[in-house]
């Protein structure tokens, strides 16, 4: 081999390059007129305009792109074409712009012209080549701050100063375009390679096919930094970038020679040898990192026939069908395809995704949140300088296979022509359908008339993960569209969503029960303290009801409480039971005689009343007892209230005239009398209501004792038999009746009996009609009990 540098694609491009000092100027946006240049820094001669001379109509609009009012700080980078002059031929230049701004408030002398409340301003470079850009872009950005720091724009010292030592760096050889420099773009392939996934790839072979590509984001700097990745992809082609301003151009091919030399220790010259770079901008390409709105024509123009182009205008989104046959949304994420053959030859064999995913893993187990460009291993895989080596190997096996694949189908026939290490058409692995149309390319078509045939015989033509599908491929396939479904974070989002629903929920629950409690307790509280009241007035009142009661029976005030609670009905019940007891005593006295008892004491009238006490003695017959037992509480409380009301003897006279008449009776008949005294009217054990309410009164109706009517006792009369004369003299007995009516008097019976204690002969016709009624049953009763 020979020892001199051999001539590469890129020496003899670089040779034809004229020489360009770089370029300082000014874009204002004017209220009225809209973005112009202002000011222009290093042109030659004094007061030259390149704005005017080169026809850059369109240079303010490129400089302050769409948008740039809503950011602080925004960088634009964009193409120039500089027209030929004389013997020089037309070239392509590359700008970059930072565009700031600030409140027109804060100016120390506001111009008559600013009459908006901001100010912007751009302050643009430009060079001859876009491999600066990288270093110049924080370079740009300092000298822009500290300028609208001094807030007094009319001083450009320090805008004329940083013209002239980019000026001098160039003359000295310090930006020398044959140094490989494209790493120091500041373009980051790590953050393009996470987001695209294997879709960069794909982005990398529809470059190669040179279709319409259109890139849109809303953030410019983004936007253009992105097509510099992917045109980064290709070894040199950031170096050969002189005919990507216009469509006309094609220099490139012009001056470009095939290698004839190799040395395999230099890669410049290995890449030059294999035909790299591939030029997908010659003549009818275009390419513009930021293309605004007024560009669109060149876009529409019949010569222009592919092209790599970004916006940030949504208009042109609404004209995707027009504008592009790929378009990559940046702000979504998306790339869609428009173009049904494109989308055919897009699509990644078995090992270019076998080849990409190996990538895009070894991105991902090494990304750093805090510093994306650089590995958090800080090794060797995963870093820019892996990515580019990875895709410059995939190119140059790429380049190979095709060859080898042009060789087969020459020496078809031929079989000795063939390698016998290499199996079949290694060309299949890279897709058939892609390989077909990018033979049918512009860049392929001049890669192809300027390299050697037999270039497989240098780099191996093998895909670099050549095979079929494998369970490997199956696996991390599977895993990489689980990691792309995102379901850790979904599940962390959901798992986090659920937990504070539960919070919430629980402390919802927690309000309602504790506030149902509060008002369950409320409630047992109010009536806890009304049982209280209810039990503190009960006894209060007992208390108060205690000393009136003191010294009188259970039973008389029993009595007194129903009589207070119903006077109607004891009332009635006390005259209808004095009535009734007038009847009674004489029943008594009648059931004596029928069972033969007498005395000699001589009758002894005596007014008495009923004992107070159910259990006293008195008169009343065995007949009479029997309805005792069957009354209800009502009746015995009234009968009572009445008696007690009507007066009563003492307890002493009574019991003398008890123990008396029991002993008068004969022995065999005292048990009999014991019963009808345990049960006898006088002792308030019936009622006037139930005696009233008898069979026998309803058999015979009962009717008062005439004031003719006397009863006749032989015997002596008892406190029991209760015999009283009664007057017949009218105005007294009117009054008596009319007491003994009411209830205020008891009934008074006079009784006439002869010496010997005898009965009178007419006794019988002057006993009503009921009193036979009752002998007869009280007769019955004895005999009954004897039986």
């Known amino acids: 081999?020979?020892?001199?540098?051999?001539?590469?694609?890129?020496?003899?491009?670089?040779?034809?390059?004229?020489?360009?000092?770089?370029?300082?100027?000014?874009?204002?946006?004017?209220?009225?007129?809209?973005?112009?240049?202002?000011?222009?820094?290093?042109?030659?001669?004094?007061?030259?305009?390149?704005?005017?001379?080169?026809?850059?109509?369109?240079?303010?609009?490129?400089?302050?792109?769409?948008?740039?009012?809503?950011?602080?700080?925004?960088?634009?980078?964009?193409?120039?074409?500089?027209?030929?002059?004389?013997?020089?031929?037309?070239?392509?230049?590359?700008?970059?712009?930072?565009?700031?701004?600030?409140?027109?408030?804060?100016?120390?002398?506001?111009?008559?012209?600013?009459?908006?409340?901001t100010v912007q301003k751009a302050v643009v470079v430009i060079a001859d080549s876009p491999q600066y850009f990288g270093m110049l872009r924080e370079r740009l950005s300092v000298v822009t701050k500290a300028w609208f720091a001094q807030r007094e724009f009319t001083d450009v010292e320090i805008l004329k100063r940083f013209q002239e030592s980019l000026a001098d760096e160039k003359e000295r050889g310090m930006m020398n375009e044959d140094e490989d420099r494209d790493q120091y773009l500041g373009l980051s392939l790590r953050e393009m390679v996470r987001e695209f996934k294997w879709q960069t790839l794909v982005l990398l072979k529809c470059c190669l096919l040179q279709p319409k590509m259109l890139f849109f984001g809303t953030r410019c700097e983004r936007l253009c930094l992105?097509?510099?990745?992917?045109?980064?992809?290709?070894?040199?082609?950031?170096?050969?970038?002189?005919?990507?301003?216009?469509?006309?151009?094609?220099?490139?091919?012009?001056?470009?020679?095939?290698?004839?030399?190799?040395?395999?220790?230099?890669?410049?010259?290995?890449?030059?040898?294999?035909?790299?770079?591939?030029?997908?901008?010659?003549?009818?390409?275009?390419?513009?990192?930021?293309?605004?709105?007024?560009?669109?024509?060149?876009?529409?123009?019949?010569?222009?026939?592919?092209?790599?182009?970004?916006?940030?205008?949504?208009?042109?989104?609404?004209?995707?069908?027009?504008?592009?046959?790929?378009?990559?949304?940046?702000?979504?994420?998306?790339?869609?395809?428009?173009?049904?053959?494109?989308?055919?030859?897009?699509?990644?064999?078995?090992?270019?995704?076998?080849?990409?995913?190996?990538?895009?893993?070894?991105?991902?187990?090494?990304?750093?949140?805090?510093?994306?460009?650089?590995?958090?291993?800080?090794?060797?895989?995963?870093?820019?300088?892996?990515?580019?080596?990875?895709?410059?190997?995939?190119?140059?096996?790429?380049?190979?296979?095709?060859?080898?694949?042009?060789?087969?189908?020459?020496?078809?026939?031929?079989?000795?022509?063939?390698?016998?290490?290499?199996?079949?058409?290694?060309?299949?692995?890279?897709?058939?359908?892609?390989?077909e149309a990018w033979s049918k390319t512009e860049n392929y078509r001049i890669w192809n008339s300027h390299t050697d045939s037999h270039l497989f015989d240098i780099v191996e033509p093998k895909h670099p993960c050549a095979g079929g599908l494998t369970i490997e491929d199956v696996q991390r396939r599977i895993t990489q569209q689980v990691q792309e479904l995102h379901w850790d974070e979904r599940f962390t989002q959901g798992k986090e969503a659920i937990g504070r629903n539960l919070a919430a929920g629980k402390e919802k629950a927690s309000t309602i029960f504790n506030k149902l409690y509060a008002d369950m307790e409320a409630l047992r509280e109010a009536q806890r303290k009304k049982a209280e009241e209810a039990r503190n007035e009960q006894e209060k009142a007992a208390s108060q009801q205690q000393p009136e009661n003191r010294g009188v029976s259970p039973d008389s005030a029993a009595s007194k409480s129903t009589q207070q609670s119903q006077p109607a009905a004891q009332s009635v019940g006390s005259k209808a039971g004095a009535f009734v007891n007038s009847w009674a005593t004489w029943a008594g006295e009648k059931r004596r005689k029928a069972w033969g008892g007498g005395g000699s004491t001589p009758p002894t009238p005596t007014t008495t009343s009923p004992p107070e006490s159910s259990n006293g003695g008195g008169g009343g017959g065995g007949w009479a007892s029997g309805w005792v037992k069957n009354k209800n509480r009502q009746s015995q409380m009234s009968t009572t209230s009445a008696t007690s009301a009507d007066g009563m003897?003492?307890?002493?006279?009574?019991?003398?005239?008890?123990?008396?008449?029991?002993?008068?009776?004969?022995?065999?008949?005292?048990?009999?009398?014991?019963?009808?005294?345990?049960?006898?009217?006088?002792?308030?054990?019936?009622?006037?209501?139930?005696?009233?309410?008898?069979?026998?009164?309803?058999?015979?109706?009962?009717?008062?004792?005439?004031?003719?009517?006397?009863?006749?006792?032989?015997?002596?009369?008892?406190?029991?038999?209760?015999?009283?004369?009664?007057?017949?003299?009218?105005?007294?007995?009117?009054?008596?009746?009319?007491?003994?009516?009411?209830?205020?008097e008891p009934l008074a019976v006079k009784v006439d009996r002869k010496e010997d204690g005898s009965d009178v002969d007419d006794e019988a016709q002057k006993t009503p009609l009921p009193a036979r009624v009752a002998a007869d049953e009280a007769t019955k009763a004895q005999s009954a009990w004897e039986r």
């Open 226 to 435: 992105t097509q510099f990745s992917l045109v980064s992809l290709i070894p040199g082609l950031l170096r050969n970038l002189q005919d990507s301003a216009g469509p006309e151009l094609n220099n490139y091919e012009k001056n470009l020679q095939q290698p004839t030399s190799l040395r395999t220790s230099d890669r410049n010259s290995l890449l030059a040898y294999m035909g790299l770079p591939l030029q997908i901008f010659p003549k009818g390409s275009l390419y513009g990192p930021y293309t605004p709105l007024q560009q669109l024509d060149i876009l529409a123009d019949f010569g222009t026939k592919s092209y790599i182009v970004g916006s940030t205008n949504s208009l042109l989104l609404q004209q995707k069908d027009r504008y592009s046959d790929i378009l990559i949304n940046l702000d979504e994420g998306t790339i869609n395809i428009t173009s049904t053959s494109l989308k055919a030859a897009l699509q990644l064999s078995t090992p270019d995704r076998r080849w990409i995913d190996f990538i895009t893993q070894n991105v991902n187990e090494t990304w750093d949140e805090a510093n994306p460009g650089r590995p958090k291993t800080m090794g060797y895989v995963g870093s820019e300088e892996f990515i580019r080596v990875q895709f410059e190997e995939y190119l140059l096996s790429l380049i190979s296979s095709v060859k080898y694949h042009n060789h087969l189908a020459k020496h078809a026939n031929n079989p000795k022509m063939l390698l016998p290490y290499i199996d079949g058409d290694p060309s299949t692995d890279f897709g058939s359908d892609f390989i």
């Open 649 to 744: 003897l003492e307890r002493d006279t009574k019991s003398e005239a008890r123990n008396s008449a029991y002993s008068r009776i004969p022995e065999e008949k005292q048990p009999l009398a014991a019963a009808g005294n345990r049960g006898s009217v006088a002792g308030s054990s019936i009622s006037g209501e139930s005696l009233l309410e008898s069979p026998v009164a309803k058999r015979y109706p009962i009717r008062p004792l005439s004031q003719d009517s006397t009863i006749s006792e032989g015997r002596e009369s008892t406190a029991l038999d209760s015999v009283v004369s009664s007057s017949t003299s009218a105005p007294d007995d009117a009054k008596q009746e009319a007491a003994v009516v009411n209830g205020t």
């Open 1 to 117: 081999m020979s020892s001199s540098v051999p001539p590469t694609p890129t020496t003899a491009a670089a040779s034809a390059r004229p020489h360009f000092t770089p370029l300082v100027c000014i874009v204002d946006f004017h209220h009225a007129r809209g973005p112009e240049v202002e000011k222009w820094f290093g042109a030659q001669p004094e007061g030259f305009d390149p704005a005017v001379e080169y026809d850059w109509g369109l240079l303010p609009f490129m400089a302050l792109s769409d948008g740039a009012h809503a950011l602080t700080e925004d960088f634009s980078y964009f193409t120039l074409l500089k027209p030929g002059e004389d013997a020089e031929a037309g070239t392509s230049l590359f700008g970059i712009s930072c565009t700031r701004q600030m409140d027109a408030s804060l100016l120390l002398n506001r111009p008559a012209e600013v009459t908006r409340s």
